[in-house]
């Protein structure tokens, strides 16, 4: 049974400019419902999709759908969705986002309108919805189910890369025509259903909008290597938002040009999260807690910082051949890129492309500890942290620690339990670097 | 293609095959022949046979705990994947000369990667199946089974002419043929013949070279044809739906319980077999459409219809055909805990279901016998609609 509620949810951040992030979420919504009243078209969508591009060039408003489901987890109020859910027929062992989403859309339907006192307003009534099969199975599948709650126009298509132990140069051309083919079907799609036309060129602006801003988040994050860390987990799960759901807006990298200069100040100052930095741990994978943030202050109250992580961190910097001149393959291509980023690394030693990421992570960022959040419902972030930490203890000698609860269901989680597994690591963490 | 043979045929030989799963497999490896595990019913079989390289589908065991494979997987995954890299973790699978493996839902592909890492088989290889059904997924997954044919051809040390691989469709052909024709016992009122019976000779079939299943088929057709005996006339006659039943212990409870099961659209079952490859000129063109398109698993996304009521045509009207061939009158939704492509189509195929007027009993299971008491209780209140 959960705990009952003691602390606030969230996190207590270290740099101010992840502070004007709630203001960002907020408008979100905000600026979703407003767009509906005016009649630009919205749409339900999902992170790494990788078509993010394509709808800021065809000004498609997104209602991220997930993210509002890790909202309403922040605010201690998913519990109504998940519970509407589950009575419509929904098994309780679902993605936790799913049923969210789906027992708002639920909810939506039974009182003919947003649900009152929802979280931020509510997610407005989109005009379509537009899935993938990136990561996930459930990207593809709950739009279809919404089906049930809503007549909207929905559009799925796939995300596809190869394993590590592929030949990459015989199966990259098509694997980035596909691709491509993927994209220009979502193109035309927004076509048939909005009066909304494609335009390379705007596309192109937007792409290299959004590349510079990813390439200035990685930036941040090689700041984040400095000793004592000039910047924390807790922080860098706010700071994604506007790469994961503002890319290609000036407002998202003028936000992260503004971070930037705040993270090499704290870091050329040796300014710290904590004044007394021990131990430097890694967020090794999962999904965050966003219902109990705050966890990663625990941490730092034993003096354990989270210096860097591995979930919401999909994109390093690639290359995509200057001979490319069609956007849309252009995306194909870094998309080819940015999933086989570290295969042939991967291919000499571990086989495993996160594994990798883990250690160079570990000797980059001078890691003590790796920790991992196992969500009860999310197999595509939980299924293989098994592995990857048995892997890590192949090639490092590293203490690990899996946490185990949801991404937002808290029904069975007990912070007694978490406490006590945090200060035992915590200890073995301290052992192991004496 | 060598011509090999079964010692035992007829549903005796299902039976001695079913208790020795493998037995087979694994006398073909000592006589030289390779052996190839795989996972679902997206890998093309035609392939393996044109290569004369013995299929084996990967089986889970619901009767043996889970004892080693807690400390590489986690406990919130499918149990049947679980249930099956537990045994190779016990070197039940090391009979095995490869694996491949499709990708079809998260967990399968995610199990590539460990599978190969911790079991090290000598040849390995991943298809990556679309979900989608546009145009160029088609076009796609033909290159992506030209990728797995040069593969496999590498390991095999030998070319397969499209000859020899439009011989291999059409002995599939013959193959799925038998099956249907077996399947059809489950038609007249008393059907002729018990689901176990039926499901089991699919079980051990997925263990055996083509030419063997063949033979196997043709006579225990001819056997069921020949008896006197079969199941009784029941009131209800329920079709189970669901991903992989490779144990036939649930089918034997729902038996027990009192109905007759007339028909399955099971991974491990009639979906497997139930459509032909086109033979086209280029045979990965049959062979790509049809295990792209004509498999129906709600791993595979159906365009949405032009209306609700035609998008659950277009996802589930396979279904109800089946329920009307077969003049079934219930459906038993069998989900394996944690198939999320399953558990998000349940509400929705209840409703279909329902308004065909298909009552549906859902049931969501473990992969394990020790369930089934549980189960039981189910079906029996189920079944008593039928009283």
Known sequence: MADKKTEKTTATKTTQTVRKVRAIVRDLYQNAREAKEKGQPTAYTMTACQYDDILAAMDIVPVWTENYAGLSAAKRDAERFIVKAEADGYSNVICGYVRVGIGFDALRKEVGGIPENSPDGGMVMPDMMLGCGAACDPRFKWYQALGRYMQVPTFSFDVVWPRVDTDLDEVRDYYVKYQMEQYRGLVEFIEAHTEKKFDPERLWEVIRISDATWYKWWEIDQLRKAVPSPMPTEDHYNAMVPAFYCSGTQMALDFYNDLYEEVKERADSKVGVIPDEKYRLLFGGGLPPWHTMWIFNYFESLGAVFVMENAYRLFDPVEVPSHIKDPLEYMAYRSFLRWTLRYDKAAERSKSATVERLLEYIDDYKIDGVVTHATKSCRATTVGQIDWLRRLNDYASIPTMQLISDIVDVRDYSEAQWKAQIEAFVEVVGAHKN | ?387
């Open chain 2, 1 to 387: 293609m060598t011509k090999t043979g079964l010692k035992t045929l007829g549903l005796a030989g299902v039976e001695e095959l079913y208790q020795n799963k493998g037995q087979r497999a694994k006398e073909l490896a000592q006589e030289g022949r390779k052996v190839i595990g795989y996972f679902c019913c997206y890998v093309p079989l035609e392939l393996f046979t044109a290569l004369d390289i013995v299929p084996y589908r990967i089986h889970g065991g619901t009767t043996e705990p889970i004892t080693e494979a807690d400390a590489y997987l986690e406990t919130i995954m499918c149990p049947f994947i679980r249930s099956a890299f537990d045994l190779a973790l016990k070197n039940r699978y090391d009979f095995l000369d490869g694996l491949v493996i499709p990708h079809t839902c998260d967990t399968v592909e995610r199990l590539y990667d460990i599978w190969t890492y911790y079991r090290e088989p000598v040849y390995s290889h991943f298809i990556n199946v679309p979900h989608m059904l546009h145009a160029s997924s088609f076009e796609f997954f033909k290159k992506e089974l030209e990728t797995y044919r040069k593969s496999l051809e590498d390991f095999a040390g030998k070319k397969v002419s499209d000859e020899a691989l439009t011989e291999a469709v059409k002995l599939h052909n013959e193959n799925r043929a038998l099956v249907r024709e077996l399947y059809s016992f489950g038609k007249p009122d008393p059907p002729l013949a018990f689901r176990s019976e039926i499901l089991k000779t699919m079980i051990v079939g997925l263990g055996l070279p083509v030419e063997d299943f063949n033979d196997l088929l043709r006579s225990v057709i001819q056997e069921i044809k020949d008896r006197n005996e079969g199941p009784e006339k029941k009131a209800a006659r329920v079709l189970i739906y669901g991903s992989v039943v490779d144990e036939v212990g649930f089918v034997q409870l729902v038996e027990e319980s009192g109905a007759n099961v007339v028909m399955d659209d099971l991974s491990t079952g009639s979906r497997a077999f139930w459509e032909d490859v086109e033979v086209t000129p280029d045979p990965l063109d049959g062979i790509s459409n049809r295990y792209l398109d004509k498999i129906h698993c709600p791993r595979t996304y159906r365009p949405q219809g032009e209306t609700p009521e035609q998008d659950l045509e277009n996802r589930f009207g396979h279904i109800y055909r089946f329920v009307k061939d077969f003049n079934a009158n219930a459906v038993v939704l069998y989900v394996i805990r944690f198939c999320d492509t399953y558990e998000l189509d349940a509400p929705d195929f209840i409703d279909y279901m329902d308004s065909k007027d298909v009552p549906v009993l859902y049931l969501e299971d473990e992969y394990s016998a020790t369930t089934l008491g549980q189960l039981k209780t189910r079906v029996q209140a189920f079944l008593e609609m039928f009283d």
